[in-house]
Each structure stands twice: as structure tokens, then as C-alpha cells.
């Protein structure tokens, strides 16, 4: 039975919506009104904003469920069912989500580095081009999770979802690391074949008149990279923290936290994104737990694998390996590929 059915919740996800596109509205039309080059100062402030909102809310939402269920007759008659134990995890949940979520996100972090690269973007236009991003990735996000809510009341959906999860990390581990050419994108060479580009940067703008046609320019395909690559990255976030919990509203809200701190993020760890070498390590263990978790462990521990235990495994696979990449750095290579002396 969930805590928090749709159908009875449905203002809370129009309330939450609403706030995010206020804050998104802020964040543009007031703090970012002016293209500019976001310091590493501005964006470690942002990061500690969308962190602090993110904890305020699940701290609320912890208080709410608390005062909230004991007086549900519904679920005060399920066995074993204790309110305070309830809210307690419930908001590990929530966390739990938002961490995996906020690691997996580093893996974007990297696309972004070598997309705006490629493109050539300027530092300045940068934030307007992941903004919309964002935006684009709240709707697909949505998207996936009313799919999975509604696909996980099929018991049989759960072990496909781990099966894909445990795939996705041993291939993680063990494959190499594959090249990104946005030129080769299938997507943007359909989108070429029905709309002209141009070869150069036009401002701001994602779309100019050229000889009376409209033309995407190269900030546009930038944004066009981001949002496909931000959907494959979906498939494994999604799935990831619902081996966490059955909630959708959980799954909603912890999700969309980490996505809106994405951007600020990016431009704290742009520079030094390269260095945590052995993250897609811990992120790999961290998929196969889950899918574990999915497929055996929750079964095994009688239908519910303890959460301060996964939130404590995957906290403590992450930290070790962003320790480990600092603490034995990867040697640099020359251009030939040989290490540097």
C-alpha cells in the first residue's frame, strides 16, 4: 500500500511542480538575467542553496508523514506498522534517492565538459544552454517515473528493472570508455536533414533567419545533445532509485532535487571532474547493489532490505572511491598515449 497514492496527493506533485518553476524562475529571470561566466564561487553558493532546500524539504516531509499516519486507520491496521519507524524511513528513502541521484549525475557533468567543448560554446552561454536542459530533463524525468510507478505494480517488472541495473554496472566496470561525437548522434543528424544549421554561434540564441529560413544554431545542438544524453542517463537513475523505494512521490521529489542542482554542480566541478578517475567504480557497485537489492536482497531480508544499511553501502562506496581517485591520481599521458614521465 503506498503512503502517498496519487490520487490523493495529486496537489501536492501541482504544489512541488509550481515551486520548481518558481525557483527555475528565479534562477533565470533574476540571479541569471545577464549572460555571464558562473564562478566557482557563485556556483559552490547555488550548491549549497539546492542542498539545504533539499535536506529543508525532507526534514518537512519527515515532520508531515510523522503527524500525518497515525491517525489512518488504513495503515495503522498493517502489521508491524509503526508511525514514527514509518517517517523515519521514509526520509532515509528520500535521501537515499538523492544521493544515487547526485552521483549518477557526474556522469552528465563529464558529457557536459566535452559537449561544450566541441561546440565551442562560451562559458557565458552556458548556463542558459544546461537551464533549459533542466527543463527538459523535469519533463522526461516525470515522464519515466509515471511509466515505472505504474510498470512496478507488475511484481515481475521489479526483477527486469534489477536485472538491467546489475547489466548496466558490470558494463559500467568492465567496457571501455566510448567516445562522445555529437556529430554522430542519430538524433541530430535527423534533426540536420529537416532544419539547416549554422556553422557559428549567434548570441544567445538557440534559432536565426538565415537568407529568410530558420536555422538552429550550434547552441541549440548543444542543448539537442544534452537532452538525449540526459534521457539514456534516465534509464538507469530512474530504476535506480526505485530499488530504493516504491513511492513515486519519493522517487519524484528526490530526483528532481538532484537535477536542479545539476547545473551549479557542473561549474564547481568542471575543472576537476577528470581527476575522480575511479568514481565510475563505485557508481557501478553502487548499480549492482541496487539491482541486488531488486532481484534478492529485499527478498531476502523479508521484503524489505534495511535502508540505513543501503544508505550507509552506497555512501561509503562513493566516498571511498572519490578518496581513492585523489589520493592515487591518474597518471598523465602523452599525446602518443604513453604515461609521462
Not at 557536459?112 to 562560451?122: D, G, H, L, T, W
Not at 541495473?165 to 543528424?189: Q, S
Not at 538507469?236 to 554542480?265: H, K, W, Y
Request: aromatic residues 18%; glycine residues 6%; without cysteine.
Amino acid at each position: 500500500m503506498s503512503l502517498f497514492p496519487f490520487a490523493e496527493y495529486w496537489w501536492f506533485y501541482l504544489a512541488f511542480t509550481g515551486f520548481v518553476l518558481l525557483m527555475l524562475a528565479l534562477d533565470l529571470g533574476v540571479f541569471h538575467r545577464k549572460e555571464h561566466e558562473v564562478s566557482f564561487k557563485e556556483a559552490s553558493a547555488w550548491s549549497v542553496v539546492w542542498v539545504t532546500l533539499a535536506l529543508v524539504f525532507n526534514y518537512l516531509l519527515y515532520r508531515y508523514t510523522l503527524w500525518k499516519f497515525p491517525q489512518d486507520e488504513r495503515l495503522m491496521s498493517i502489521p508491524g506498522f509503526v508511525p514514527d519507524i514509518a517517517a523515519w524511513n521514509v526520509s532515509l528513502e528520500f535521501l537515499t534517492g538523492y544521493i544515487i541521484e547526485k552521483s549518477l549525475s557526474v556522469d552528465n557533468i563529464f558529457v557536459f565538459v566535452i559537449v561544450f567543448a566541441f561546440f565551442a560554446i562560451p562559458a557565458k552561454y552556458q548556463h542558459r544552454v544546461l537551464f533549459y536542459g533542466i527543463i527538459g530533463a523535469l519533463v522526461f524525468r516525470a515522464i519515466f517515473i509515471g511509466a515505472g510507478s505504474w510498470l512496478m505494480q507488475f511484481h515481475w517488472i521489479i526483477y527486469i528493472f534489477g536485472g538491467f541495473l546489475i547489466l548496466t554496472g558490470v558494463k559500467m566496470m568492465f567496457g571501455p570508455e566510448k567516445e562522445i561525437d555529437p556529430e554522430k548522434n542519430l538524433v541530430i543528424k535527423l534533426f540536420k536533414r529537416v532544419m539547416p544549421v549554422t556553422s557559428k554561434l549567434h548570441g544567445k540564441h538557440f534559432f536565426v533567419r538565415e537568407h529568410g529560413r530558420l536555422a538552429a544554431t550550434p547552441l541549440f545542438i548543444a542543448l539537442l545533445f544534452l537532452e538525449m544524453t540526459d534521457i539514456i542517463f534516465a534509464v538507469d537513475s530512474v530504476p535506480a532509485i526505485f530499488a530504493i523505494t516504491a513511492e513515486p512521490m519519493i522517487v519524484f521529489t528526490s530526483n528532481i532535487f538532484a537535477i536542479l542542482g545539476l547545473r551549479a554542480m557542473y561549474f564547481m566541478l568542471a575543472g576537476a571532474v577528470s581527476k575522480f578517475y575511479l568514481l565510475k567504480y563505485g557508481l557501478s557497485i553502487v548499480l549492482i547493489f541496487v539491482g541486488l537489492k531488486m532481484v534478492w536482497l529485499n527478498d531476502a531480508f523479508g521484503g524489505k532490505f534495511p535502508i540505513t544499511w543501503s544508505l550507509g553501502f552506497i555512501l561509503s562506496t562513493i566516498a571511498i572511491s572519490v578518496i581513492a581517485s585523489l589520493m592515487f591520481p591518474r597518471k598523465e599521458e602523452a599525446p602518443d598515449g604513453d604515461p609521462l614521465p
